[in-house]
């Protein structure tokens, strides 16, 4: 494949979801070409993109059946997939996108640090694509936010003791998959019966966070560990996406706490919640170094569902001319913004 240097050829949104929506109204914003917008079997099958996301930038896009596309056909040389956050239940995807010649960005957060997943799986990835002579990348958790800012709070330290981090993002500014994610309406009863407190049953999308992020600023992984806790309220808040209130003492999220430790000696640790926020209540991030200069950093008043989306389109020429195989968002260069004049 020829790298393009200017603009994309094509593009394909696999997921007709909320980001994925997004995704696209940005895209034709720019004056990019859609190739095709394809969904998993279902009832967004066949009806208008527009229509489902209320954009009326998307209007005349159809969404078609993933299963029944031969993407190869397709003017595009990249797909963008916003369905799970999960490596394993993306990969069918992937492997037909990657096997159909496409650049694959992927907004799952398990992607943008696939090893620490499965490693046998990435192996596999990074084979396709560089026989492909395609990139393969995660990049959907604002990476200009954690991991190229951290990269500038870190840089004047002569020593390092502790890294950490915080954050807060809405649920309900993505989709029902999201909403499972972080148990959402549950009972704390099923929600400790299924492991996502005490953590038997499964990791948390987050588990790749921080041990990328360790990577990226040139530390080595010792360890990982982390717990998982339901996160509860003591009024009912309204669900959008859910569309119906969840009751005082259900869960609103999760909260998950990772920690990293390193062969230099430097610990890494963040706690992410992922839950309904209250009326007023803001997203926002955290990040404090403990090191010699010491720095601290907060930013609130996020959108996280418009900077998923245009962390991901700001990135797709960048992905296009990346090195063939997988790739990881500290690879590339810093994200810029992107003038439509």
């Known amino acids: 494949m020829q790298r393009n240097t200017k603009r994309p050829k094509g593009i394909i949104i696999v997921g007709a979801g909320a980001v994925g929506s997004k995704i696209a ?35 005349g896009i159809i969404v078609s059946n993933i299963e029944t596309i031969d993407f190869a056909s397709l003017n595009a040389e990249i797909a963008i997939v916003a369905v799970s956050d999960r490596l394993r239940y993306n990969e069918p995807i992937h492997r037909k996108l990657m096997e159909a010649g496409l650049n694959v960005i992927c907004l799952g957060t398990e992607s943008s640090f696939p090893w620490a997943v499965d490693k046998q799986l990435a192996s596999e990835y990074d084979e396709i694509a560089k026989n492909k002579n395609i990139t393969f990348i995660g990049c959907g958790f604002w990476d200009a936010y954690r991991i190229s800012t951290l990269k500038t709070l870190v840089g004047p330290c002569t020593s390092l003791r502790k890294i950490s981090h915080k954050s807060v993002t809405n649920a309900d500014r993505f989709g029902e998959e999201v909403m499972r994610a972080a148990n959402i309406g549950n009972e704390i009863q099923v929600i400790n019966q299924t492991g996502v407190k005490d953590n038997t049953t499964e990791y948390s999308i987050y588990r790749t966070l921080m041990p990328q992020v360790v990577t990226a600023i040139g530390l080595t992984i010792e360890d990982i560990t982390e717990r998982n806790e339901a996160v509860v309220h003591d009024k009912s808040i309204f669900s959008t996406t859910l569309n119906k209130t969840i009751r005082a003492g259900d869960c609103i999220g999760t909260r998950s706490i990772i920690e990293v430790a390193t062969k230099e000696g430097v610990c890494a640790i963040a706690e992410i919640e992922l839950r309904l926020i209250e009326e007023g209540e803001n997203e926002g991030m955290s990040w404090d170094v403990d090191g010699d200069p010491p720095a601290q950093m907060k930013l609130q008043g996020l959108d996280s569902g418009h900077a998923t989306a245009s962390s991901v389109v700001n990135r797709i020429l960048d992905v296009i001319n990346a090195p063939s195989g997988i790739a990881t968002v500290d690879q590339l260069p810093p994200m810029k913004y992107f003038s439509r004049h």
Do not use: H
């Open 25 to 59: 109204q940005i895209t034709m914003q720019r004056d990019w070409n859609i190739c095709c917008v394809a969904n998993r079997a279902g009832e967004k099958v066949g009806r208008g993109f527009g229509e489902l996301s209320s954009y009326g930038e998307l209007n």
